[in-house]
Nanobody, 125 residues
């Protein structure tokens, strides 16, 4: 089971950019698909993006397609989320998550084995 630590959140103006990082330890990182989720208090958690383990295929939620990019550096045990053209509605706590089963990442998030503690992203003028 991986330990995950997010960083890079903060306050940004609409139209601005942020890059989130998710540093992993405690396992063979390259074997794990990884996803970013976000959650606003009182609302359901939303899948933002995910990246597969072996071939690095990426998938995005409709609300972030064309603006966010997920990537991974297995040598650094880190996954990134580059967020451009940020909107006020992107404000949320962002979490990274990992599991050896891609099915859990995309279909059964309650079964995901590793979650980070979250990092706050606030988009405000």
């Amino acid at each position: 089971q991986l330990q995950l630590v997010e960083s890079g959140g903060g306050l940004v103006h609409p139209g601005g950019s942020l890059r989130l990082s998710c540093a992993a330890s405690g396992g063979t990182f390259e074997n794990y698909p990884v996803a970013w989720f976000r959650q606003v208090p009182g609302k359901q958690r939303e899948g933002v993006a995910c990246i597969t383990a072996t071939n690095g295929f990426t998938y995005y939620g409709d609300s972030v397609k064309g603006r966010f990019t997920i990537s991974r550096d297995n040598a650094k045990n880190t996954v990134y989320l580059q967020m451009n053209s940020l909107k006020i509605e992107d404000t949320a706590v962002y979490y990274c998550a990992a599991d050896t089963k891609f099915h859990n990442i995309v279909e059964d998030t309650k079964a995901i084995s590793s979650w980070g503690q979250g990092t706050q992203v606030t988009v405000s003028s």
